[in-house]
C-alpha cells in the first residue's frame, strides 16, 4: 500500500495562489493515479483534480479548470497541486488519494488511499 501526506495548505486573500504537495512513501508511486479531493463544512468530498500514472494526462473539475494545475514528479514520490486566483468558495480541507490501474476517475469510490488532509482557507 502507500502513504500520502498532504502540505501546503495556509491562510490566503482572495486572488492569491497556495501549493499543495502530496508526498507518498510505500510501494511504488508511478503505479497510482492521484487525484486531489476537498470537503468544505457541510459539504460533500468533491472531486478536484487527478493526474495519471506517468503524468502526462490531468483532469480537473470545471470549477477550479484554468486556475489549478496539478503535476506530478515520480522521482520525489510527490504531486503537487498549484493553486492560482483562489476564491473564498475554495476554502475546504483538501485531500490527495491514489488508486491502483491506469484509469483516473473523479469517483472517490474508486481510490483506496487518503491522506489526511490540509485546511485552505481563502479570505474574501
Known amino acids: 500500500q502507500v502513504q500520502l501526506v498532504e502540505s501546503g495548505g495556509g491562510l490566503v486573500q482572495a486572488g492569491g495562489s497556495l501549493r499543495l504537495s502530496c508526498a507518498a512513501s510505500?510501494?511504488?508511486?508511478?503505479?497510482?493515479?492521484i487525484g486531489w479531493f476537498r470537503q468544505a463544512p457541510g459539504k460533500e468530498r468533491e472531486f478536484v483534480a487527478a493526474?495519471?500514472?506517468?503524468?502526462?494526462?490531468?483532469y480537473y473539475a470545471d470549477s477550479v479548470k484554468g486556475r489549478f494545475t496539478v503535476s506530478r514528479d515520480n522521482a520525489k514520490n510527490t504531486v503537487y497541486l498549484q493553486m492560482n486566483s483562489l476564491k473564498p468558495e475554495d476554502t475546504a480541507v483538501y485531500y490527495c488519494?491514489?488508486?491502483?490501474?491506469?484509469?483516473?476517475?473523479?469517483?472517490?469510490?474508486?481510490?483506496?488511499?487518503w491522506g489526511q488532509g490540509t485546511q485552505v482557507t481563502v479570505s474574501s
Open positions: 488519494a491514489a488508486k491502483t490501474g491506469p484509469i483516473a476517475t473523479m469517483s472517490r469510490n474508486f481510490y483506496s488511499y
Open positions: 510505500g510501494r511504488t508511486f508511478s503505479n497510482y493515479v
Open positions: 493526474i495519471s500514472r506517468s503524468g502526462s494526462d490531468t
